[in-house]
């Protein structure tokens, strides 16, 4: 038995899989302003054509091309790895697989698709990228992508994480990346909230109005913005991670998993890892598909199904989604990643349809969780990965009590090295759970009452 399932270079994967191919029921459509449904060149100031029309597609495979493979061999296939250390410490028949993401240079799964998005600029003579970031690790994989690529790169780092959190600014210095603290002095979005509150710590609904505002309105038109999770294109190039987990599978002498867990932010590194199985329990397989949320954030399991913006300065079309309202602003749970008030509309209209089966958990079972991964596997996941571990071992423990030898496989989306602030809280005994008030929700998901009802559209089959 090998517990380090390795890929050829030569068998990466050479197409992406495209789930709103294969769903039952399509998504609705992102709205623009006037209520009607958004047209291609309408985000043509904010992202290239190119990745508008991967956004729009509906084709079921479409092709890496070799620029960006030549890339991504850096580091991937990334390993398929058995956790048989946790198996062993829990007695339990089941056999945990996971995707080690952590091995990227910039520490996550995030490059997966921040090269690509640098690629397909570059191709269309964008000379500048723009993004936002909270804690980092987004601002980093596309400061990463973009030196590789020969383009600038702009971001705009949420002020608490810019002076509390300075490692991962230096890794984008590094990387050759301009990031500043937001608000800003340098867009009319960030002076105005200076001018109300000098003192804001910042969010990310500030950053994301300050990086769409540098690039809609650089005058040269060869500046464009990214954003690292939600949209259907950023899925779609993380679905290298199931695809290469598909073949390992395979070579590790299983079928199907079981059980499918990774933990959820804005979604995309749960559903690069789920949507090819997803396709496969559309075609008849039984698979348990578990994105997983903090109950400080829990949008998926407890916020309604609505059109809502994607910032805080509501300047996206409105997406059809479980959200928590743009005006959410979470507790400051250690998991920064984990925070963002919606979720992508694949994997909602994956929940519509009983295809995807999300569960939230508390802060401190998933610091348990990850300390028991560190005893036990020896590596030390970023706070986020935590979540997908804390639904890991519930699973393996079921498991053990029903005396099935399930196949579980999940995501390890990053290492938390650059995390250790978070650790450091839960050993000295800091960190409380949080479970958000019914309250909290209804007064933050009732403006969204006025905005274009979504309706839920399902076969029911699942
Ligand atoms: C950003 C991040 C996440 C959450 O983002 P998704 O788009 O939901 O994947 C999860 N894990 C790590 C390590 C991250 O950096």
Sequence with gaps: MEIKINLKERDIPRKWYNLAADLPTPMLPPLGPDGKPITPDMLAPVFPMNLIEQEVSTKRWIPIPGEILDILYRWRPAPLKRAVNLEKYLKTPAKIYYKDESISPPGSHKPNTAVPQARYNKQFGIKKITTETGAGQWGCALAFACKLIGLECKVYMVRISFDQKPFRKI???????????????????????????????????????????????????????????VLNHVLLHQTIIGLEAKKQLKLAGEKLPDVVIGCAGGGSNFAGLAFPFVADKINGANIKIIPVEPT?????????????????????????????????IPKPIHAGGLRYHGMAPLVCQGINEGLIEPKAYQQLQCYKSAMLWASTEGSICAPETSHAIAAVIDEAEKAREEGKEKVILFNYSGHGLMDLLGYDAFLSGKLTDYTLPQEEIDKYTEPLKNLPKAEVKKTGKW
């Design 296 to 328: 400080a954030c829990p949008k998926m399991t407890r916020g309604p199904f609505a059109y809502d913006f994607g910032d805080t300065a509501c300047t996206t079309p409105l997406l059809a989604m479980y959200t928590l309202g743009h005006a959410f």
């Design 171 to 229: 890794m984008m210095q590094v990387w050759g990346a301009n990031c500043v603290a937001s608000p800003s002095n340098e867009t009319n979005a960030g002076r105005k909230i200076l001018a109300e509150m000098p003192d804001t710590p910042g969010s990310l609904g500030i950053a994301i109005s300050e990086a769409i505002e540098s690039a809609v309105t650089d005058p040269t038109g060869q500046t464009r913005y990214s954003l690292g999770s």
